[in-house]
């Protein structure tokens, strides 16, 4: 669960820094930008979103017994 869980909040509260910095959030003047793409390429690195949940599914399927 964390695996999405944490990538997406951290998506999340980088692309509202750089919403309040405006245009300087994607500029190369802050460290924004770099944070941002690092963070969106582990997600991608690390697997699909679909692919995780879709692996939490199962477990809890398979704890329910369904």
């Known amino acids: 669960m964390a695996k999405v869980a944490a990538p997406n909040m951290a998506l999340k509260v980088l692309d509202m820094a750089i919403q309040v910095h405006g245009g300087a959030g994607v500029s190369s003047d802050t460290v924004l930008s770099h944070l941002w793409a690092t963070a969106r390429t582990l997600r991608i690195a690390d697997?699909?979103?679909e692919v995780h949940l879709g692996t939490?599914?199962?477990?809890?399927?398979?704890?329910?017994k369904l």
């Open 47 to 49: 697997g699909p979103d």
């Open 56 to 64: 939490i599914a199962k477990v809890e399927l398979q704890r329910a």
